[in-house]
């Protein structure tokens, strides 16, 4: 029952990506063509507003929830690890027409078929555990 707040909000949230049309297969297929600025818009906005955030965060020295110090550890900038990673991440998204946090929107909006890419997503992080030692990191 104490987790009921982050349903609801999820539930919003996936209410409002749905209005917005971010989940519409059709509008990641015009995003991957070049042919509407939509996407790229929601994208763009969203990247502003964590910067605005995140600088806010540290100037303020906001605290969480649980009154901890909001820490960000330095990021290793390695191009090639990103380009790969992004790489795999934008052929994913383009051929399923989903990324990570939508498909479980889709799903709620029926379209059943999302499951094998949930399933298949699943099945791939568990597979990145168990070689994760393997690749260069």
Known sequence: MKYIKFLLVGVIFGI???????????????MFKFQSFHMYGVIGSAVVLGIITKLIIKK??????EG???????????????LIGGT???????????????MFIVIG????????????????TF???????????
């Not at 991440?89 to 939508?102: K, R, S, V």
């Not at 909006?109 to 791939?124: E, N």
């Open 16 to 30: 409002v990506l749905s209005k917005a049309e971010i989940v519409s297969w059709y509008r990641i297929y015009e």
């Open 68 to 82: 901890d110090e909001i820490i960000t550890n330095p990021k290793d900038m390695s191009i090639p690890r990103y």
């Open 88 to 102: 795999l991440f934008g052929l994913g998204w383009a051929m399923t027409g989903a990324c990570p946090g939508p």
């Open 109 to 124: 909006q029926g379209v059943w078929a999302m499951g094998i890419v949930i399933l298949s997503a699943t099945f791939g």
């Open 60 to 65: 303020v020295k906001l605290q969480s929830i």
């Open 127 to 137: 597979v990145y555990g168990l070689i994760r030692h393997k690749l260069p990191h």
